[in-house]
């Protein structure tokens, strides 16, 4: 017997509501590591703290970090987007970047069309522009678009299979 309430589902709000928090917390958390190395340099200048140790330490703490984020980000869009190789290695090419992810090391590099190395081991290398961690964390927002969607669709389909068997 078909009944209407198995045709129409508005189950689907709550995991939005979920993503949508998700989502704004994880951008948050970038907010807050791009932002980190001027915020200590400024509580290390207002302690009268100089020392450039302390601040170079902070400083390669928080990019390792951020390094650590793009890199699963570029997994993600590599699993999505790359070319897989016989060795298992992913690569995917832009106008201005080669990405690689090695495997079954799970490594990831990115290099600039220079030939200069971006990302490599997880951490952003010092020669990276502005510009290349623009890229980077267009990747990010790109690769969290991607897992939500993909959350959202797997969602989706368990509420609909959900109510069909009520």
Excluded: W
Excluded at 103 to 122: E, Y
Excluded at 127 to 150: F, G, M, P, R
Aim: no cysteine; hydrophobic share 30%; aromatic share 4%.
């Amino acid at each position: 017997m078909d009944t209407p309430y198995r045709q129409q589902s508005s189950f689907s709000e709550p995991p939005q509501e979920l993503d949508t928090l998700a989502t704004a917390q994880v951008k948050d958390l970038h907010t807050n590591i791009e932002q980190s190395p001027e915020l200590i340099n400024d509580q290390l200048k207002g302690a009268g703290i100089t020392n450039k140790p302390y601040l170079d330490a902070a400083t390669s703490n928080i990019l390792s970090a951020q390094g650590r984020i793009f890199s699963e980000s570029v997994k993600s869009m590599l699993d999505f987007q790359g070319d897989k190789h016989p060795d298992g290695s992913r690569t995917f090419d832009s106008d201005n970047y080669h990405f690689r992810l090695d495997s079954p090391s799970g490594s990831v590099s990115v290099t600039a069309s220079n030939g200069g190395t971006i990302l490599a081991q997880g951490k952003v290398m010092e020669e990276a522009s502005e510009k290349d961690i623009e890229a980077l964390q267009t990747i990010n927002d790109l690769a969290q678009e991607l897992v939500q969607s993909k959350h959202l669709a797997q969602t989706q389909s368990k509420v609909q299979n959900q109510v069909l068997s009520l």
